[in-house]
């Protein structure tokens, strides 16, 4: 599974982007698809998942502004950013396999890695 995410850019705080991972392989309907960020300096941290069945999962500090989803017609996940903040300010990175719930936001349960896109959020 190779997987290309894009859709990262420069937005005034307030703004809203949205970061859209397509990916090939016919097993990506059944994978549970995840985004996680790392900021500079800082260690990379799970943003949202979404599993096989359709289950999403949000951190703390997107729950309400942001929203995962999926099209597996187009083997493609999305992240909707609304309200952002400069603190989403990070590389953003999508990532895919089959993880069990309680491991959903740990970045080592995932084998499939996007290359990252950037987001950048201006005060």
């Known amino acids: 599974v190779q997987l290309q995410a894009s859709g990262g850019g420069m937005v005034q705080a307030g703004g809203s982007l949205r970061l859209s991972c397509a990916a090939s392989?016919?097993?990506?309907?059944?994978?549970?698809k995840g985004w996680f960020r790392q900021a500079p300096g800082k260690e990379r941290e799970f943003v949202a998942a979404?599993?096989?069945?359709?289950?999403?999962y949000y951190s703390d500090s997107v729950k309400g502004r942001f929203t995962i989803s999926r099209d597996n017609a187009k083997s493609t996940v999305y992240l909707q950013m609304n309200s952002l903040k400069p603190e989403d300010t990070a590389v953003y990175y999508c990532?895919?396999?089959?993880?069990?719930?309680?491991?959903?936001?740990?970045?080592?349960?995932?084998?499939?890695w996007g290359q990252g896109t950037l987001v950048t959020v201006s005060s």
């Open positions: 392989g016919r097993t990506f309907s059944s994978y549970t």
């Open positions: 979404i599993g096989w069945s359709g289950g999403t």
């Open positions: 990532a895919a396999y089959r993880v069990i719930t309680s491991e959903i936001r740990r970045s080592p349960s995932y084998k499939y």
